[in-house]
């Protein structure tokens, strides 16, 4: 898994609940077409979708998505991109068999046979004739049942040579039919400004001659997405989303290309930063640019450490966030790390996290995690995945993982994707916190303990990513953007660079000393099988008497022969 544009909203910011969306959104006059062809379509599917002589699906879900998106690009004080686009697509989750085994135990159910033609899961844009996008509907449903039967057949097949000795659950669970129809609308922002705003960043970006490069991007969009199915739910969600992200990119004196950036994201164009705001974040990146380059590359190192709020909340994301995934617990494929652990100690007992996607803004800040209803039509639920360092549970879609026998609104996915569980709105929770200006006077205590020069604290880490996978290391890493060395008889504080957070999850998680008493947001995209989902993480710096970092994979390179085009003429240079 692979989590990017990971952001730390500053608390100068302005931001506003995902309720708040509406003044930058117009309204769109009903009735619902698109709703109306998927009612329609599976009408027809539940009275007649049936080959003569196999099995008729024991359930259908019909789901069409429309995305909008308006994304603004400007490099030195000129706009670079503008693009805009709008489409709309349609799929069918069709399933043969039943609840307690079905297709979907087959691996390779989405593989197309080889002399197959797979429809286009594209949909007319064009509200007016039903009849064009049923039609869609009407071939993506038939080509998902053929393919379901076939894979139903296989998945009893190899039952008469299989010997497993795991506790399956159902293949799929029932849920209530949820009805939830949030209001039409469409992506409607303040262009003009937007575009100033690009260019004006960008050019004060780029004013620094240290850079080599630099951008910004603008982007808002906004995603509508229905779902219908054979047990009743009639869902519509609608969920727009701002980001405004900044790149600066330099180089060390030993040709260490070094990048920086923020990444910041709003529910609604009015909880975007001021450009007050977004001037001092420009200043804050060049900043650091201009101090990570001076600064001495770190050696590899193991010792303590103390990783700062949001970037523990990168650490759990990928560490144990990702291994508590309920269909990683009995799938072949994964290391299944924590899936005998349930009602097991695996974390201090002074610590408990929960997943609770029904959060929607933390100290009036938004979170990129929320949502109401999961891509598979089931509400979402706060989860106590860890209750004082006690395993209870996991984040269940719809096949859930051991230990239970139904959805706790964890199945998640991008585009038409098919959902898997999925983290939302990861909270580490503290019963026993330690001030955070404390935290410095331990980590120098457990230096001295370990007759270490110097501990770290690690502020910032730009995303990571984690194996799960059994036919790989069960490990993960971290890129660590900010680093600084702690002396332990001066307590100066001294940045360095070069280096990546890495280990592995019990070893890891067997290290923790104490935990801070201010939570920080972490907000970003991660990215696994079933697409790129936006995802918070809340927590608290955590204090650890041992940490690995390894020297990072970063290019060496010479600058550029000729000088920056843009930078002022030296004398030897002028011309007359």
Same mark, same amino acid.
């Given at each position: 898994?692979?989590?990017?544009?990971?952001?730390?909203?500053?608390?100068?910011?302005?931001?506003?609940?995902?309720?708040?969306?509406?003044?930058?959104?117009?309204? %769109?006059?009903?009735?619902?077409?698109?709703?109306?062809?998927?009612?329609?379509?599976?009408?027809?599917?539940?009275?007649?979708?049936?080959?003569?002589?196999?099995?008729?699906?024991?359930?259908?879900?019909?789901?069409?998505?429309?995305?909008?998106?308006?994304?603004?690009?400007?490099?030195?004080?000129?706009?670079? %991109?503008?693009?805009?686009?709008?489409?709309?697509?349609?799929?069918?989750?069709?399933?043969?068999? !039943?609840?307690?085994?079905?297709?979907?135990?087959?691996?390779?159910?989405?593989?197309?046979?080889?002399?197959?033609?797979?429809?286009?899961?594209?949909?007319?844009?064009?509200? &007016?004739?039903?009849?064009?996008? @049923?039609?869609?509907?009407?071939?993506?449903?038939?080509?998902?049942?053929?393919?379901?039967?076939?894979?139903?057949?296989?998945?009893? &097949?190899?039952?008469? *040579?299989?010997?497993?000795?795991?506790?399956?659950?159902?293949?799929?669970?029932?849920?209530?039919?949820? &009805?939830?129809?949030?209001?039409?609308?469409?992506?409607?922002?303040?262009?003009?400004?937007?575009?100033?705003?690009?260019?004006?960043?960008?050019?004060?970006?780029?004013?620094?001659?240290?850079?080599?490069?630099?951008?910004?991007?603008?982007?808002?969009?906004?995603?509508?997405?229905?779902?219908?199915?054979?047990?009743?739910? @009639?869902?519509?969600?609608?969920?727009?989303?701002?980001?405004?992200?900044?790149?600066?990119?330099?180089?060390?004196?030993?040709?260490?290309?070094?990048?920086?950036?923020?990444?910041?994201?709003?529910? !609604?164009?009015?909880?975007?930063?001021?450009?007050?705001?977004?001037?001092?974040?420009?200043?804050?990146?060049?900043?650091?640019? @201009?101090?990570?380059?001076?600064?001495?590359?770190?050696?590899?190192?193991?010792?303590?450490?103390?990783?700062?709020?949001?970037?523990?909340?990168?650490?759990?994301?990928?560490?144990?966030?990702?291994?508590?995934?309920?269909?990683?617990?009995?799938?072949?494929?994964?290391?299944?790390?924590?899936?005998?652990?349930?009602?097991?100690?695996?974390?201090?007992?002074?610590?408990?996290?929960?997943?609770?996607?029904?959060?929607?803004?933390?100290?009036?800040?938004?979170?990129?995690?929320?949502?109401?209803?999961?891509?598979? &039509?089931?509400?979402?639920?706060?989860?106590?995945?860890?209750?004082?360092?006690?395993?209870?549970?996991?984040?269940?879609?719809?096949?859930?993982?051991?230990?239970?026998?139904?959805?706790?609104? *964890?199945?998640?996915?991008?585009?038409?994707?098919?959902? %898997?569980?999925?983290?939302?709105?990861?909270?580490?929770?503290?019963?026993?916190?330690?001030?955070?200006?404390?935290?410095?006077?331990?980590?120098?205590?457990?230096?001295?303990?370990?007759?270490? *020069?110097?501990?770290?604290?690690?502020?910032?880490?730009?995303?990571?990513?984690?194996?799960?996978?059994?036919?790989?290391?069960?490990?993960?890493?971290?890129?660590?953007?900010?680093?600084?060395?702690?002396?332990?008889?001066?307590?100066?504080?001294?940045?360095?660079?070069?280096?990546?957070?890495?280990?592995?999850?019990?070893?890891?998680?067997?290290?923790?000393?104490?935990?801070?008493?201010?939570?920080?947001?972490?907000?970003?995209?991660?990215?696994?099988? !079933?697409?790129?989902?936006?995802? !918070?993480?809340?927590?608290?710096?955590?204090?650890?008497?041992? %940490?690995?970092?390894?020297?990072?994979?970063?290019?060496?390179?010479?600058?550029?022969?000729?000088?920056?085009?843009?930078?002022?003429?030296?004398?030897?240079?002028?011309?007359?």
């Amino acid at each position: 898994m692979v989590c990017p544009r990971a952001a730390s909203l500053a608390a100068c910011i302005t931001t506003l609940t995902l309720a708040a969306c509406a003044p930058a959104l117009a309204a %769109v006059p009903r009735p619902d077409p698109v709703l109306e062809a998927l009612l329609g379509e599976l009408d027809r599917d539940r009275a007649g979708l049936q080959l003569e002589g196999y099995e008729r699906p024991y359930y259908v879900a019909l789901v069409a998505l429309q995305t909008e998106e308006h994304d603004l690009g400007a490099k030195l004080g000129a706009l670079a %991109v503008d693009q805009r686009k709008k489409s709309r697509q349609a799929t069918a989750d069709v399933r043969v068999g !039943s609840y307690a085994l079905d297709s979907s135990a087959d691996p390779e159910q989405d593989w197309v046979e080889e002399g197959l033609i797979e429809p286009s899961s594209a949909v007319p844009l064009d509200d &007016g004739p039903l009849a064009a996008l @049923r039609h869609t509907l009407w071939l993506v449903t038939d080509f998902r049942y053929k393919q379901a039967l076939a894979s139903y057949l296989k998945v009893k &097949g190899q039952g008469v *040579h299989r010997l497993d000795d795991r506790e399956d659950g159902p293949s799929f669970s029932a849920a209530p039919p949820t &009805g939830h129809l949030d209001p039409l609308t469409s992506l409607s922002w303040d262009d003009a400004r937007w575009r100033r705003v690009a260019r004006t960043l960008s050019a004060r970006l780029a004013r620094d001659p240290i850079l080599f490069d630099s951008e910004v991007r603008i982007e808002a969009s906004l995603q509508t997405r229905w779902l219908v199915n054979t047990e009743g739910a @009639r869902i519509r969600t609608v969920r727009p989303m701002f980001a405004i992200h900044a790149t600066g990119w330099t180089r060390a004196d030993d040709g260490m290309a070094i990048d920086h950036s923020f990444d910041l994201y709003a529910p !609604s164009e009015a909880g975007l930063p001021s450009e007050a705001d977004l001037t001092r974040a420009i200043d804050q990146l060049l900043e650091t640019l @201009r101090a990570l380059r001076v600064a001495p590359i770190l050696e590899p190192y193991t010792g303590p450490a103390i990783v700062d709020a949001t970037a523990t909340g990168v650490l759990f994301h990928e560490i144990l966030g990702h291994r508590l995934e309920g269909h990683r617990q009995g799938a072949d494929g994964d290391g299944q790390t924590f899936s005998r652990y349930l009602g097991q100690p695996i974390l201090p007992d002074f610590l408990s996290l929960f997943d609770d996607p029904t959060l929607a803004t933390l100290a009036g800040q938004p979170l990129n995690g929320a949502y109401r209803i999961d891509d598979e &039509g089931v509400r979402a639920e706060r989860v106590t995945l860890i209750d004082r360092g006690v395993l209870k549970s996991f984040l269940n879609p719809r096949r859930p993982g051991p230990g239970a026998t139904r959805s706790n609104g *964890h199945g998640r996915a991008a585009g038409l994707q098919r959902p %898997v569980a999925r983290q939302g709105n990861l909270l580490l929770v503290a019963h026993r916190a330690t001030p955070e200006a404390d935290l410095k006077g331990l980590l120098i205590q457990e230096a001295r303990r370990q007759n270490k *020069h110097f501990g770290l604290i690690i502020r910032d880490l730009a995303g990571g990513q984690t194996n799960t996978s059994s036919f790989g290391y069960q490990a993960f890493k971290g890129e660590a953007r900010t680093v600084y060395k702690v002396d332990v008889d001066t307590g100066h504080e001294t940045l360095v660079r070069g280096v990546d957070l890495v280990g592995t999850p019990l070893a890891t998680l067997g290290k923790i000393l104490a935990v801070g008493d201010r939570p920080g947001v972490f907000n970003g995209f991660c990215g696994a099988e !079933s697409g790129f989902v936006p995802v !918070s993480a809340i927590a608290p710096a955590t204090l650890f008497s041992e %940490v690995e970092l390894q020297r990072s994979a970063r290019p060496r390179s010479r600058p550029p022969v000729l000088p920056n085009p843009l930078a002022p003429a030296r004398p030897s240079e002028a011309r007359p």
